[in-house]
C-alpha cells in the first residue's frame, strides 16, 4: 500500500483541537477543583486556581473510607479476574480446538448470554441471592461479575487460540502430555497477550461498575470504590470541592492504567463488539 | 459421532476403543463445564426465571401465584410503560443519528491527522474509561443552575438560561448529551480502523478525475464504510432499549417521568415497588423489542441488503 504523506489543514487541526476540549474537557475541571482551594470554589467556578492544594484529596480519601473501598476493589477485581482467566481459558481452548456435536450451540449460548441486558435477569437474581445469602457480601460481587463478564471474554480468547497453530499441541501429546497440560504448558504462555488484554478489561469493568455493587451490597465497610464514591456523594453532595477530590480518587487509577496501555484497552474493546 | 483427524492419530495402543471414544467425546465438555454452569448460574438460569416471574403476581415476600397474562394486559394499559417507551425511542432516534454522524465525520479528519492520529484516538476514547458514576456527577456540576455553566452563560449576557436537568422539556436531552459524550468517540474508534482498511487507490483516482472532498467520501468512502455503519445502527438501537446507567444516576427518571427509560421504569418497580412478578413482565417487553431489531437486521440481510 502507498503511504503517502496526509497534509493536514489548519482548519482540520482547530477542528480537532475543538472535539478534544469537548472530550476531555470535563475532566480537566475534575482535576482542576479537585487541586482548587475550596475558597476559590465559588468565587471563580471555571477559573484556574491561584494555588495548587491536595488538602481536598486528603480529606475525601479519609473520609470517603477510600483506603478500604481500594481494598475492597482490587480483591474484587482480582478475584474475578483470576476465575474469568481461568473458566474462560478452559472453554475458550474448547471451543478453539475440538471438533464435537453441539459447539455451535455452547456458541450460541454464550453468544446469547453476553447480548441479554441486565434487567433481564436482574429480579430473580436479587431473589436467588437472597435465598443463598450471597447477599451484602463481596464474593456474591465476584460470583456476579464472573458470570457476567465470561461469554466476552470467552469469545475474545476463543479467536485468539484460533490463530495458534493445532501442531504445537500435538507434538507435545506424542511427548505424552494430556490435554490439560498441553493447555497449561503450551497454550497458556503462548496466550499470554490475550489474557493481558482479558485482565485489563475486567479489572475496567469491575473497578467501574455500579450497578450490581449498589443493589447487591449494603453494608459501608464492603463498598468497592464506585459506590463508596455515590455514598460520598449522598453525604456531602454541597461540598463540591470534595467531591470533585472524592471523584479523582476513583478515576486515576484507570487513568494512569490507560495512560501506559491505551492500545491493548482501545483495542480490546473495540475489536471484542465487533466479531461477537 | 465425528471422528477427527488427531482422534485417529492418537488412538495409542492398550486402551480398548470403547472407553476411548467416551473420553474423546467428555474432553471437551469438561473444559466447558465450568464456565457453562458459571454462566447458566448468573445470567441463563434467571433469565429463564423471568419468564416464568412474568407469570405471577409475586411481591418478592409473599408466595406467587400464577395470574397467567394478566400482567400483559396491565402492561397494555400502562401509561408510564408508554411514556417510558416514547422517551426510549427518542433516546434511539438521537443515538442513531448524532453520535453516528459525529464519530464519522471526526474519524475521517482524524485518519488524515498524521502523525496526531494515535493520540486524538486515545483522546476522544478517553471519556469510556471513566466510571459512569464520576462521569455523570461531573456533568451535574456542569449542569448545576448555581455555579454551573450557566453563570459563565449569564455573565456573556445571555438570559432565561435553562435548567438542563430541572426542566421536563430538555432533561431527556441534557442526560443523552452525557452518554453522548462517552459514547461517540467508541464509535470513532469503530470507524477510524474501518477507513483504514478501505482502498486507497480508489480514493487517489477519484481525486485524479478532480472530484471535490465532500463527492470523494459520499461515493467513494461512504458505501465502503456501509457494512461498519450497518454493525454501528444495530448495536445502537439495541442498546437505546436497555439505556439505564446516566438517567439512573443524574435522574432517575426525574423531574416528574421526563427522563423515565424502561430500565429505570423496570428497576423502580422490581426493587422499590415490590411488583418483581411486573417488572419481569416490563423486563421481557424490553427484550422483545430488541429482538425484534435484530430479526430486522437478519430479514434485510436475507433479502442481500448488505447490511
Known sequence: MKTRKPRASAISHLFLILVFLFAVGPLLLLVNNALKPKEEFMTKPFGLPSRLTLDNLTASWTQGHYAEAFRNSIGVGIATIVIVCMLGGLAAYSLSKFEFRGRGTVMAFFLFAMSVPLGLFLVPLFFMWQKLHLMDSLVGLIIIYSGIYLPFNVFLLRSYFVGIPHELGEAAKIDGCGELKVFSKIILPIAAPAFSTVALLVGLWTWNEFFFANSFIQSDELRTVSTRYLTFVGSFSSDWSKVSAAGLIAVLPMMALYLFLQRRFIEGMTEGSIKG | MQVTANARMEAAPGVRPRKRKWKKALLPWMFLLPALLMTMFVVMGPTVGTLALSLTDWDGIRPPHFIGADNYKS???????????????????????IPVVFGLIVASVVSKAGKGQMFYRSAFFLPQIVSTVVSAKIWAWIYNPFFGINTVLQQWGIQNVPLWLGNPKIALYSVALVDGWRYWGFLMVLFLSALHQTDRALEEAAKVDGASRIRIFWHVMLPQLRPTISLILMMTMIWSFAAFDYVFVMTNGGPGNATELIGTYMYKQALQNQMPGYASTIALAMALLSGIIMALFGILRKRGWDV
Do not use: S
Not at chain 2, 402492561?75 to 443519528?97: S, V
Open chain 2, 75 to 97: 402492561l397494555m394499559k400502562d401509561p408510564n410503560f408508554f411514556a417510558a417507551l416514547e422517551n426510549n425511542f427518542r433516546w434511539m432516534a438521537l443515538f442513531c443519528t
